[in-house]
Nanobody, 121 residues
Framework: QVQLVESGGGLVQAGGSLRLSCAAS???????MGWFRQAPGKEREFVAT????????YYADSVKGRFTISRDNAKNTVYLQMNSLRPEDTAVYYC???????????????WGRGTQVTVSS
């Protein structure tokens, strides 16, 4: 089992920045980690993913160049640095873990409860 707890969400103006954190506990070895988001009335969508070593990352086109995913395995923590935020980035952001790299929600076995990010115009 893997337990995930997100933090760092909040209210920010367009153009601002936030850094989300995801603290993992339990069987965290060899996990790929991902960030997803879900806006009201929309399906949960992929944002970014990172390999265990941190050497491989992949981003959704909508956030590429603005968001950066990273991890500190010594702290069992994954981060999502979000810059140049836009109102359309407003959503609940979820951290998730899987054994194999993927961009689809169904491939992730473990999920956090999410943290709200609101970007005002």
């Amino acid at each position: 089992q893997v337990q995930l707890v997100e933090s760092g969400g909040g209210l920010v103006q367009a153009g601002g920045s936030l850094r989300l954190s995801c603290a993992a506990s339990g069987r965290t070895y060899s996990n790929y980690m991902g960030w997803f988001r879900q806006a009201p009335g929309k399906e949960r969508e992929f944002v970014a993913t990172i390999s265990w070593s941190g050497g491989s990352t992949y981003y959704a086109d909508s956030v590429k160049g603005r968001f950066t995913i990273s991890r500190d395995n010594a702290k069992n923590t994954v981060y999502l640095q979000m810059n140049s935020l836009r109102p359309e980035d407003t959503a609940v952001y979820y951290c998730a873990a899987t054994m194999y790299g993927s961009i689809t929600t169904t491939q992730y076995q473990y999920w956090g409860r999410g943290t709200q990010v609101t970007v005002s115009s």
